[in-house]
């Protein structure tokens, strides 16, 4: 889908709208629909991570919970820079909380969203000049046959994938162990993805 040079506010405006309406997997949604994204044409950095959990899907805004938290540290934004959607656009893999796996850990994003909202969305995004993809279902999305053998590799490639992209793991607590595996993280990807993240905003 070509990206247009130019995108109107009320364009997107009318686009979010009909993301917000969407019912189309509702039946397979315990907790019902309620679609979560963040966006403005004028967004310099995009945000893409997995799916609600049930605190974002009770606030209905995105990253209000632990993972945020940590979100926020790892690009060393404030909440309001984080939330000022002039800037910063946040759009899940999947836009409404999946449920729960039967051994714990909440489903995968709805396989239906990506294909049927994305290429919309982001062509709506015309100024995005950096997109961190966060987690393993934005890698496959966004890096097809780019990706590597595990999530690791990828976000060990990090390098690669720029200036256009910038895959990191997903931010819960189960990601706490690996990142001590993985000094690498600390010490060279984080103070560079800070570094962009600073640069992109404070010339927005």
């Known amino acids: 889908m070509a990206i247009p040079d130019r995108v109107e506010p009320h364009d997107l405006d009318a686009l979010l709208a009909e993301v917000r309406g969407c019912r189309i997997c509702a039946e397979e949604l315990p907790l019902g629909p ?82 049927l909202w994305h290429p919309r969305v982001t062509a709506a995004l015309p100024r995005i000049a950096l997109t961190v993809l966060i987690g393993q279902y934005a890698h496959a999305w966004y890096l097809g046959e ?28 189960r990601t706490r162990g690996w990142q001590a595996r993985n000094p690498w993280f600390d010490a060279e990807l984080l103070p560079e993805l800070r570094r962009r993240v600073r640069a992109l905003l404070d010339s927005a």
């Not at 909440?79 to 000022?84: L, P, R, S």
């Not at 656009?89 to 239906?112: N, Q, S, T, W």
């Not at 780019?146 to 607590?173: G, K, N």
Request: aromatic share 10%; charged share 25%; hydrophobic share 35%.
């Open 34 to 115: 309620r679609p979560v994204l963040r966006a403005s044409a004028t967004a310099r950095l995009l945000l893409i991570g997995q799916a609600p959990g049930t605190k974002v899907h009770a606030s209905g805004m995105p990253w209000t919970d632990a993972s945020g938290e940590r979100l926020r540290d790892w690009l060393d934004l404030d909440t309001a820079t984080f939330y000022d959607e002039s800037r910063v656009a946040i759009v899940p893999m999947g836009f409404c909380y999946p449920g729960v796996l039967p051994r714990g850990g909440d489903k995968p994003p709805r396989p239906e969203c990506a294909p």
């Open 146 to 173: 780019r990706r590597r053998r595990t999530l690791t590799e990828t976000v060990a490639a990090w390098r690669t994938y720029l200036p256009r992209f910038f895959p990191i793991p997903h931010p819960s607590w």
